[in-house]
Structures are given as C-alpha cells and as structure tokens.
C-alpha cells in the first residue's frame, strides 16, 4: 500500500501505538480524550490534604485510564505510580502490603536516603530493624491497620514527592470486609497526614455500594462519576490519527464510528486501529476513506472483540433447546431494537418501535412479532439461560445489564448492515457538533512529512 502522504511503515505502526490503543489503558493527558473537566476535578482536590479519589462508573467506559494519567501528573518523580490490581480474593493486607512494596522508590535512592522515625501526624513508629529491611526492599507481612500505617507511612516518607497510589478494580474484592478495612486505612492516613495519595477506581454507581457509609468517608474520599465518552472525544480519538497520517476520515464514517462505540473509548480504539490497517492493505493510493474501508474495519473489529463480549451476546441470542432455536434471528434482532437508541433505559412501546422500523427498513421479507412476543423474549433475554443480558426496570423499562455490551451489540448489527439510530432526535444536534468540530480541527498544524522513524 502506498499512502498518499508516502508514510513509512515504522512511522505509521508508531503513529497507531500512540492514538490508538484497545489493548491497554491510557497514562499521558496528551492521548486522554474527552477528560480534561475530570483531570482537573482530581487536581483541585488533591490540592486539599487528606484527600483521595474514587473513580466509580460502568465497566470499560475508562475508568484506569483516567486514574493512570491523573497518578502520572500528581505522582512522585521517584519512579511510576504505584499501580495495585485488586483480585476477587484479595485481603485488605494483602493489597496494603502491595501498596508498601509498589510505593518502594529505586534502590539507588533507598540507599542514601536517610529518615527520621518520628512521622508526622502521629503515625505509628517504625523500628529501625524493620526500617533497614525495607531499604533493602523487603516488605514484612502486615497483619495490622498499625502495622500498614506504619510500614506505609515509613515507605512514603522515603521518596522524594508524594506517591499516589491506583487502587484499580476495586469492586472484584468479594469480601466485603477487606472494602471496608481499605476504607479505614483511608481515613487513618489522612488523620495521621501521611503524605500519600490514593486513586480508588471501581465499577458502581456510588461511593456507598463499594463501601458502604462509612467513616465519614465523604471527608476523605472525592467520588468521580465516569459517564461515557462524548461524542466529539471520539471523533477526537480517530481524527488525531488520522491527521498525523495525512488521511481524511469522511464525515460518515467518523460519526458512525462514534455512534457504533456508544462512548465506550474501547470500541473507538479498536474500531479506528482496523480502520488505518484497512488503509495500508489498501493496494490504491490512498488520502480518504472509502466505504470498503469501513467495512472491513467493523469485520476485523467483531472478529477481534473481547471474547467475554462475544460469548455473552452468543448465550443471548442462540439457546440450545429445541423450544429456542428457531428463535435465534428475534433475540438478535430485539437486542438490537434495546441498543438503537442513546438513552441507556428504554420502555417497552419504544422498544417495540426501533423493533418494527428497523424489520421494515431491513428485513422485509419477515413478518415482525407482535407486542406481546417481543415483551416475552425482553422478559426471556433478563434470565441465567440467556445470560441475563437484560434486566428489567420498573415497570416495562429494559436496560442492558453490562452496559458496555450495548457497543458489542451495535458493533454487530452495524457488521450486519443495520444502522442503529438512523432517526434519534439528537441527529440534527448531533450533525452540528460535528461540523463545529471540524472547524476546531481544522486549526491543527499539518503533520510534518519525510519524518523517519526515530522522530515519531
């Protein structure tokens, strides 16, 4: 392939790996899109001492990626931050012992740091024996809320700027205890003026339902609620590629690629890297997206996606039993008819609605169930054998239960040439954005070109 802008390929995967990454979270605010209001929440309240983060909103909408960039800006210049990932077993010890060991600075500096046993605020005292353990970088066993404190407080004193820590998955800790232990330390550190900073990130909808009320954790910890992407973010996330790539990315496609991700950047990532390959496998010479382009991205995105996604949507829509099987195209097709839509919760006569005009406009050779069939496979799509992709709310309100599979659904209906939201009332606001996006984008600075490599 040949792009029009004669990039080289070590230029052109090194340009992918820095816009576009579905595979792992982001940590530099020059690649975070859309964040910028959060990152500075996060500042303005670290700027209070004693406070923490807790970074809570659905699974894959970018939660460690925020709390990874804003560690990155806030953390000590000893080393990186100090990622701990919390397992469905952790003990609270356990991750407190991991905290001491991630915070430990290199061993270059332990070994002519010096530090006075008295800390401040009245953390509990270190012996020295202990102290001379973990400059060796042997981190004891703590089976204490003193012992953390001490050991913690001790390591943090250690470095040259205060350590922050990202606390991430939080909510996969099953035991209910160690949550709350976790936030007893919380508080302690921040009594005590330890200077450490935590960043907690987990899935839920408030403070309370990871911890419960408790300590007067309102005084400690900052809660961040993370919604989904807006839209000009992510067009944000594919058009910066494309720019340095000196590729136009027609209108249609950007969109559909926003509408598509439904705001989780992971789709946006995944999708847009198929995209830019789809251009270099391209044998023309190429300076603007083309539908086959599109096509084949969306192909290789439903192809790559995560397994738990596929499988999931699978258990959905195709149930073994003889009773079932010949109604595999009408769970599809309901799902689809739930996501054709940006409202998260929907009833059922709107359901319904998406349901018949998307039979009408794509599958008109089949007849469409009526009312009363399409409530029952709703009602079906809530239980285990479908993998309770559903769930009901209220009275005759559906809702996705993961809300991140709402962009899987998407992404294969699209795969399957049916457009989701043709119609939704915010088209013409939408149409608007966009165009006031463009006009913002086009005062970028054009990519330099003949760079080699080494100065990507």
């Not at 560690?71 to 210049?77: L, N, T, V, Y």
């Not at 408030?206 to 005084?219: N, Q, V």
């Not at 010479?285 to 084949?296: G, I, L, N, Y």
Request: include cysteine; glycine fraction near 6%; charge should be neutral.
């Amino acid at each position: 392939m040949v792009f029009a802008s004669d990039i080289s390929e070590d230029d052109f995967r090194a340009v992918l790996k820095r816009h576009l990454t579905p595979g792992r979270a982001i940590s530099s605010t020059q690649y975070l899109r859309g964040r910028e209001t959060k990152l500075r929440q996060i500042d303005r309240a670290f700027n209070s001492d004693g406070k923490h983060i807790f970074i809570h909103g659905d699974r894959g909408v970018g939660k460690t990626s925020l709390g990874r960039t804003a560690a990155f800006i806030h953390s000590s210049s000893d080393g990186k931050p100090a990622m701990v990932e919390c397992e469905r077993t952790s003990t609270a010890f356990q991750l407190l012992r991991d905290v001491a060991i991630c915070c430990l600075p290199p061993q270059e500096l332990l070994d002519t740091k010096t530090t006075k046993r008295v800390l401040k605020g009245g953390a509990p005292i270190l012996g020295g024996e202990i102290q001379e353990e973990i400059k060796r970088g042997q981190v004891p066993e703590i089976k204490t809320i003193n012992e953390a404190l001490a050991i913690i407080s001790y390591v943090a004193s250690l470095n040259q700027k205060r350590p922050v820590v990202v606390l991430d998955e939080f909510d996969v800790i099953e035991d209910f205890g160690a949550r709350h232990t976790i936030a007893s330390f919380l508080k302690h550190i921040s009594d005590q003026e330890v200077d450490l900073r935590f960043i907690v990130c987990g899935i839920g909808e408030s403070l309370d339902e990871m911890i419960g009320a408790h300590l007067s954790t309102g005084r400690y910890l900052m809660p961040i609620e993370l919604e989904r992407l807006p839209h000009d973010a992510r067009w944000e996330i594919v058009h910066s590629a494309a720019h340095e790539l000196a590729i136009e990315v027609d209108e249609n496609t950007l969109v559909r690629i926003g509408q598509i991700s439904d705001g989780f950047p992971y789709y946006v990532h995944l999708i847009g890297e198929k995209l830019f390959w789809s251009i270099w496998d391209d044998e023309k010479r190429v300076s603007k997206t083309r539908p086959e382009h599109f096509e084949t991205a969306l192909r290789e995105a439903s192809a790559e996606a995560e397994p738990s996604l596929k499988k999931a949507y699978e258990k959905a829509t195709i149930n073994y039993s003889d009773d079932f099987r010949k109604y595999t195209e009408t769970y599809q097709y309901v799902l689809w008819a739930v996501a054709d839509d940006s409202t998260l919760r929907r009833p059922v006569r709107e359901i319904y609605g998406s349901y018949v005009r998307m039979m009408q406009r794509h599958f008109r050779d089949a007849k469409p169930v009526e009312m009363k069939t399409l409530n029952e496979r709703l009602s079906d799509l809530c239980k285990q054998e479908h993998g309770k992709m559903l769930r009901a709310q209220g009275a005759g309100l559906y809702e996705f239960n993961e809300n991140r599979l709402r962009g899987y659904v998407r992404l294969v209906a699209e795969r399957a040439g049916v457009q989701l939201e043709p119609e939704h009332p915010l088209g013409a606001k939408m149409h608007d954005e966009f165009q006031e996006y463009l006009k913002r984008a086009a005062t970028l600075p054009t990519r330099p070109t003949g760079r080699t490599s080494s100065q990507v």
